[in-house]
């Protein structure tokens, strides 16, 4: 992996908030008791604020400190009480880069801080499942940024390499994320990718870096505080 990070200026953020993500975030919104709060939008909603309102899903995903789940059902809008609905899952269900925040989008509205991924971390989160509405979501930001990039998506797919080891045994894995890899380059880029070549290899190389406790910087430290510890006191 370079050390250079990709330049990813290539989102211009303007918040839709009278499309139908916006005006179900909103009646949440009014009824929070106590702000300010804040609350990340992510899924295939986050799209449909930030660029085409026509982009629709049965729900919409936000991530929060507060547990809102009671507030919802009580408004009557969470799954099963109307047809387009809040939800609110774990924040393990966002798989995204340690600093996605760094490239994140905030607005303020109605007293609350809602935080917007870059365009290109909802995308990387939606590989593990990978259904046909999600690659309509890599279609569509392609169609209106002209991203991501092959090599954006490698970066960013390096950013979340442990998605890529087994699940254990307890867990429903969710998806098979090399196949759907394999399977979103075919489809989006046309061409074929070596997934343990070219994104984790590297990713785990560039890590190893840091944290192989045998490297040789850590041999040279741990010997020199042998040799100080071993050293006679002054008289």
């Known amino acids: 992996m370079s050390d250079a990070q990709t330049a990813l200026d290539w989102w211009n953020p303007k918040i839709d908030w009278d499309c139908e993500a916006g005006k179900l975030l909103q009646k949440l919104f009014s009824n929070i008791p106590n702000k300010p709060a804040e609350i990340t939008v992510f899924g295939s909603a986050a799209l449909q604020l930030c660029f085409k ?14 547990d809102y789940n009671e507030l919802i059902h009580h408004l009557e809008l969470g799954k099963g009480q109307t047809e387009f609905y809040l939800e609110q899952p774990p924040a393990k269900t966002f ?3 340690v600093d ?15 935080i917007f991924p870059h365009p290109i971390d909802i995308l990387t989160s939606k590989v593990k499942r990978l259904e046909f509405k999600d690659l309509q979501a890599f279609f569509l930001v392609k169609e209106l940024t002209g991203h991501p990039t092959e090599e954006e998506m490698i970066h960013s797919l390096q950013g979340v390499v442990d998605m890529y080891r087994p699940a254990f045994d307890e867990e429903n894995p969710g998806g098979d994320p090399i196949a759907n890899t394999q399977r979103l380059w075919i489809d ?5 990718i070596d997934v343990r070549k070219q994104i ?23 010997k020199k505080l042998m040799n100080e510890k071993s050293a006679p006191l002054p008289p």
């Open 53 to 66: 309102r026509e982009f629709l899903s049965a729900d919409v995903d936000f991530l929060s400190r507060t």
């Open 95 to 97: 798989i995204v880069a």
């Open 100 to 114: 996605w925040r760094d490239r994140a989008y905030t607005e303020v509205i109605d007293g609350i801080s809602v």
């Open 188 to 192: 989006f880029f046309s061409k074929k």
């Open 200 to 222: 984790i290899a590297p990713a785990l190389e560039d890590r190893q870096k840091y944290y192989d406790p045998l490297s040789p910087e850590k041999k040279e430290l741990i």
